[in-house]
């Protein structure tokens, strides 16, 4: 049974061995045939480990692209505020006291820490400057053209993109791994069920369940021991009334 004294890899493993060998064992197979576990049957948790095999290489595939989509987000954030307050400590220097610039460009004031307050601030700070003649040819007196200023703007709408992306991701990796989890619980209780009826069908061969990969419990090795010490004794007892 999974749990989390045991990983997943473990569980997926164990389940595996116990499917596939009580599948290629002729002799376990036709015992457990008797208890409703036919090859068909066999074949069904076969199916279900496929599924949660399939589900699990996805989920790590998809949390390997959120981690991806974070880290892409942040450097192209970072990258555009420092490039933003840079520009915008020389628009301060740039637009002096105009205080008609100075709310178009929203340049005083505590810089917002979220990606919507930031984005709010940056793009209209790049939106009225560029939007403006004269507020542009003001600014590129200190080295900022039209085209710098365009460029700069172009850095704010991709944190956007990235903002998005990283939600697509965050979303596919949950989604993702509720998927995984559904069909791990559905293959657990399957496998949950064959390892009790095994524990009934082999109960006085604990042998068949070490094929099986399942832990044999005192109880069965003593069953087994005394079993054998008895067709031990049997033999030998008929062995001497035969020597007589």
């Not at 990283?166 to 293959?187: V, Y």
Request: hydrophobic content about 45%; some cysteine; overall charge positive.
């Amino acid at each position: 049974m999974y749990s989390s004294r045991n990983t997943l890899a473990e569980f997926m493993e164990s389940a595996r061995l116990l499917i596939e060998n009580a599948l290629a064992d002729g002799a376990i197979a036709a015992t457990l045939a008797g208890f409703g576990y036919d090859a068909a049957r066999l074949g069904e948790g076969r199916r279900l480990w496929a599924e949660a095999d399939a589900l699990g290489k996805k989920q790590n595939a998809d949390a390997a692209g959120k981690r991806g989509a974070v880290q892409d987000f942040g450097e192209t954030w970072s990258t555009a505020n420092s490039t933003y307050m840079k520009t915008l400590k020389v628009a301060r220097v740039a637009f002096g006291e105009d205080a008609r610039a100075i709310a178009a460009l929203k340049l005083y004031g505590p810089r917002k820490e979220s990606m919507a307050g930031w984005l709010e601030q940056a793009s209209t700070f790049y939106a009225n400057l560029t939007a403006d003649a004269n507020l542009i040819n003001r600014h590129a007196r200190f080295g900022y053209d039209r085209a710098k200023l365009d460029a700069e703007a172009a850095l704010v709408d991709a944190v956007r993109g990235k903002g998005q992306a990283k939600a697509q991701g965050n979303g596919a990796a949950q989604s993702a791994t509720a998927a995984r989890d559904g069909k791990i619980r559905e293959l657990d209780a399957w496998v949950s069920d064959l390892r009790a009826i095994c524990r009934v069908a082999f109960y006085e061969n604990p042998q068949e369940l070490e094929k099986l990969g399942m832990k044999v419990l005192n109880g069965p090795r003593k069953t087994a021991r005394k079993a054998s010490a008895t067709m031990a004794a049997e033999a030998t007892s008929q062995a001497v009334a035969s020597g007589k």
